[in-house]
C-alpha cells in the first residue's frame, strides 16, 4: 500500500459553490484493480474526469491527485497531453459516442502512437493491429480499416479499450465501460478487462455492485460526493460498515433468492397466438417478432427478456397496436384486437397502457405534471368534476412517491426518476388492466428503483393489474415476475415460472443470460463466457438460431429450427433439452 | 442525382415565364410594320407554337447553343463568353475568399468558445450577415476610394490587379460572416462530442485533434452551403457589377431584362442554373467523401 | 396551450431579445408616428432646397434628396413599407411553410420524401433571377413582391417545421398520447402544435430580415417599389447616385436598414436560445 501508483488528497469538485465531490481521498496501488461505487450523481465520473483533467471550466477543483509523483491537478493542458494514455487512460461508457465516426479504426490507434512519439509509419500499423488483435478482435486487418459504425456495440468497446491500453498506461480509469452494452457482451468484456490490465492499476467505476465484486481487490463507495466506505472487496460485502453500503448491496439482485409474489388469477387476459413483426430494412425483410404465443393472466407478471435484436419491443409494441403486427391474432378478454392501436375501440384502449424506457421523451416538455398525468382522464371521463380529476391525478401521484406539490412542475424540472414516476402514474390513472413496461426501471437508481417496483406489486395485489415487463435487468425480473419469457432473434426460446426458470434454465442462451449476469458475492465462483454476440436478424442463422454461439451445439441443431415445446415444466425450444432436464 | 431533373425544371420554367409575356420582345417602343415583324419573328422561330419552340430551344442547348439575341448583333453564346470572364474571376475569387476566411474565423472563435475574442467574431458575423451588400459596397467605395483614396472604385478606368480588390471584398463579406457563423457553430459541436473528448483523453493535444479528430465533421454543414453560397454569390454579383460597372453577366442579365432581351435572359439564367446545380453536386460528393456513414449506405 | 410563466419570464430576462426587440418596436413606432407629426410631407417637392444636409433648417432632419423632398419623413415612409412588405411576406411563407412541413413530416414515408425532393429541386434554382424576370415581365407590383419573397422564403421553414414534426412524431409521448385514444385534432393541438410553435416564432423572426433583404435588394435594382413611394431600397439606391455630394443620402437609410435587419437577427437568436432551453431538460 505505501507504493501507491495513485493517491488522490481531498478531491473537492464543486459547481457554483456546490460540491459534488466532497474531500475524496484514497489510493491505488500499481496493478491493483479498485471499484468505485455509487448512485447516478455520487461524484464517480466527477472523479474520473477530474483525474484525467476533462472537466469544464465551470467546475472548481481542490485537493490534489498524484499518479507516480506526477501532479494531476491544476496543470496545464499541454503538460497533461504528455501523461495521457502513457500514464493514465480512460474508457469510456457509451463506445458509440466515444470512437470518431469519420475516421478509420486503425487510424484512431495511430494517432495515439504518433502524437506521442510511440511509433510511426509501419511499425505504428503493426502496432494497431497488435492492439486489436489482443483485445479479441476478429480479423484486425480487416476491422483497422473499418468505420466504427460497421462494428458492434461490443467491438466498439473492445476497440476503445485497445485504444486506452496502446500507450501501456500505469492507471486505466474504466467509466461504466458496460453499461451500454447486453448482459452477454459485458460479461465478455469484463473477461477481457481483467485479462488485458495484467500491468497496469484499474480504477473501475460502476453502479453495478456485482460487476466490483467479480474484478475489483478493493473497493469505494461513494454517497453525494463524499467516500463513505473503502476496503477490501471480500471485507466489504461480508460486513459493511456504512448503512448506504449495506443497502446497495440488499439492493442487488440475488437471483438464488425465490420472491414473495401474490398468486395471478386464472382468467386470461390478453392472449397473443402467432405474431409476427417485420420491418423493411436495406430493401430486405428484417423479421423482428417470428411467431409468438401467449396468453397474459389477471394479476400476472410476464417478463420478456433477451439481448438487443431479439424483437422484444417489437412483440409488446405490437400488443399495443403501435406497431402492426403483420400476422397473429390478438384477444383482449376474448375480444379480437384490431392491430392498429387507432382502430381500436376507446374502451379497450383504456385497458391497456404502457411505460416507455426514456422517461423525458415520454414526457411533453410544454405540460405541466398536472396536465400530463390528467390527460388519459380527459379523454376517458370527460365528466369528471375539477376537483375530482384534480384528486385523482394527486392520488396516482401519491402513489409512486411524489407528493402534490410536482403538480405545477414541468418536465425540465423533474429529475430522471421523477419523470419516470410521472410517466407511471400517467399509465395508472385510468386504471388499466395491462401495463407494458419497456424498460421502464433502467434509468433509475436503486432505491427509487425498488420504490417503483414496490408500487407495481401494490398495484397489482389491489387491482389484478397484469403486466408485460421488459428488461434487461434479471435481478429486477427475479423479483417481480410470475413467468419469463426469453427471446433470441423474434422467437422465444424457453417460457417458464419464475422459480422454474431461475432454479433449473433448460435452454443454453437462457443458462448464458444468468451466468452472465454479476452476482455481488466475491467469493463466487465465476462461469464460462458465452462467445459471440447476437446475429443481424437480417440474416438469421439456419437451423437453431442460437446454435452458431451455442457451446451445446450439435450436428441436428445446425439443420432443424426447433419449435417450442413441453419439457418438464417448461416450455422450451431446443433440441436438447431433455437431456439438460434429466442432468439437472 | 437529380441536377438533371432540376435543370430541365429551371429551363422549362423560365421558358414557360418568358414565352407568357403579354406582347413580344418587338411590340416595346415603336410599333414595326406587320411585314417586318413577320420576318422577325420567323427568324426567331416566334411563330411556331410555344412546345415548340421549346423543343428546338432545348435541341439547340444540347449543342451548346444559347441562340441569338434579340437586341445585339452578337448571339447569346458571344455575350456570354464576352462577359463571363470578369464575373467568374470577381465570384470565384469571393468565394475563394469567403471559404478560406469563414473557416479560420469559424475555427478561431470556436476554439476560444465564450472569450472576448469568441463574441467579438459572432458579433461581426452577424453584422456582416446583416448589412445588404448594396449597402456594404457603396460604403467601401465611399471609404477606401473616395475619401482614403487607396482603391480605384471603377473598373473600366484602372487596369491593374488593385481594381479586384473592393467588389471581391465587397461580394465575399456577407458569404464570410455566414461561413464564420456555420463553422464555429458546428466546430463547437463537434468540440463538445463524446469523441473529441477520448481524443483528449488520449493527450491528443488541441492542433492534432482539431486537423484529424474534428476538421472533418465540423466540414460537413460548410459543404452543404456551398450550393447556397454560390447562389447568394451570384446573386450579390448583380449588385457589385452594377455598383462598381463591371460589364459582366449579373449587369448583363439586368440590362437584358430591362429591355426584354430574352434569349439573353434565358441564358444567363440556365447558365446560372447550371452552375448552383453543378455546385450542389460537388457538395454531395465531397459530403460522401467526408462521411463515411453516407458513403457505405 | 400551456405556453406561460416561464417562457414569458425567459423572454423578459434574456438581454439580447430584450434590446433588440425594444429597437425594432421604437423605430417601427416613430415610422408610424414621425410622419404624422412633421409639417413635410413624404410627397412635396422644393426644388429651392434640393440635397440639402440634415440639420433643423425646415425640419429636415436628414436633409433633403434630389428633388428636395424631405429624406427623414421619405425614410420613415421606406421603414414603414420595408417593414410591412417583410412581415407580410413572412407571413406568406410561413403559412406555407408551417403547412408544407407539417404535412410532409406528419404523414411520412414516400409522400414525405417526395415533398422534399420537391423542396430540394427548388433550393437549386436562383430565384432571385426569376424574382427579376417576374418583375420586368408583369410591371411592378406590390402584391407581386410579396409573393416572389414568400416564395423563396417558404422553403427554408418547410425544412425546418419537417424536421421537428419527424422528431416529435418518434418521442414517447406522442406515443403515449395515441395509445390513451387522444383524439388526432388534440394531438395536433395540445402536443405538436406547442412543440412547433417555438421554433416557427424563431424562423419567423429570422425569415423576416431576409424578406426585408429581398424587397431592398429588388428595390435597389429600381424593380421593387416605385416613385413617389420608396423603401429603404430605393433610398440606398438613390443615395449610391448621390454619395459623394452628399453622403448622409445613403448613410442614413443604409444604416437604418442594416440596424434593422440585425436587430431581427439578433432577436430571432435570442428567441432561439430561449426556446432551447425550454426543450433542453
Redo the contacts between chains.
Sequence with gaps: MSQAILEVDSLTIAYDGKPVVDGLTFEVAPAEAVGLVGESGSGKTQTALALMGLLPATAHVRGSATLGGEKLLGRAEAELDALRARRIAMVFQDPSLALNPYLRIGKQLRLILERHGIADGATATRRALDALASVGLPDPDRQARAFPHQLSGGMRQRVMIAAALIGEPDLLIADEPTTALDVTVQAQILALLEEVRKQTALLLITHDLGVVAGHCERMLVLEHGRLVESGPTERVFAAPAHAHTEALIAAHPHLDKAPALSRPAAEELLTLDGIRVSYRAHGSRLKAVNGVELALKKGETVAIVGESGSGKSSLVRAVLGLVPADAGRLCFLGEELSHEVSARETATRRELQMVFQDPLGSLNPQMRVASIVAEPLDVHEPGLSGTDRRRKVVNRLEQVGLDASFVERFPHELSGGQAQRVAIARALVLAPSVLVCDEALAALDGSVREQVLNVLKDVQANTGLAILFISHDLGVVRTLCHRVLVMYLGRIVELADNDVLFSSPLHPYTRALLDAVPVADPTAERPPVLGGEVPSPLSPPAGCAFHPRCPQAVEDCRQHAPGLRRVGATDVACLRASEYLAKA | M??V??LL??IV??FF??H??PGGPFDSERVLPPEIEQVLLERYDLDDPVPVQLAKYLGNLLKGDFGPSYRSTLNVNQIIAQRFPASLAIGGLAMTLALAAGLMLGTWAALRHNSRLDRVVTGLA??G????I??VA??L??IFA?YLNWLPAGWTVSPGPAKYVLPVVALALPQIAYITRLTRASMIDVLQ??????????????A?IVR??AL??ALLPVVSYL??AI?GI??GS??IE??FGIPGLGEG??TA??N?DYLQ?MG??VL??AL??LL?LLADVLYGL????VR?E | MSFEGLTLTRLATNRTVRVSGGIIAAIAVVAIVAPLLSPNHYMAVNFEAVLQPPGLAGLHLFGTDDLGRDQFVRTMMGVRVTLVVAIVASIVSLVIGVIYGAVAGYVGGRVDAVMMRFVDTLYAMPFIFFVILLTVIFERNFVLIFVAIGAINWLDMARIVRGQTLSLKERPFLEAARLTGVPTMAIIRRHIAPNLIGIVIVYVTLTIPQAILVESFLSFLGLGIQEPETSLGSLVDLGVDHMESSPWMLIIPGGLLAVILLCFNFLGDGLRDVFDARQSR
Aim: hydrophobic letters at 55%; glycine letters at 8%; proline letters at 8%.
Design positions: 437529380g441536377a431533373p432540376t425544371l429551371v420554367l423560365a415565364l418568358v407568357s409575356v452577424m453584422t450577415i446583416s448589412i445588404p448594396f449597402v457603396p460604403a467605395v465611399l473616395v462530442s463524446g469523441y473529441v473528448r477520448t481524443a483528449r483523453a488520449q493527450g491528443l493535444g488541441t492534432a484529424h479528430h472533418k465533421p450550393g447556397p447562389a451570384l446573386t448583380v449588385v452594377s455598383v442579365f439586368v431584362a430591362f426584354r435572359v444567363i439564367v446560372y442554373a448552383v446545380v450542389n467526408l462521411d463515411p456513414r457505405y
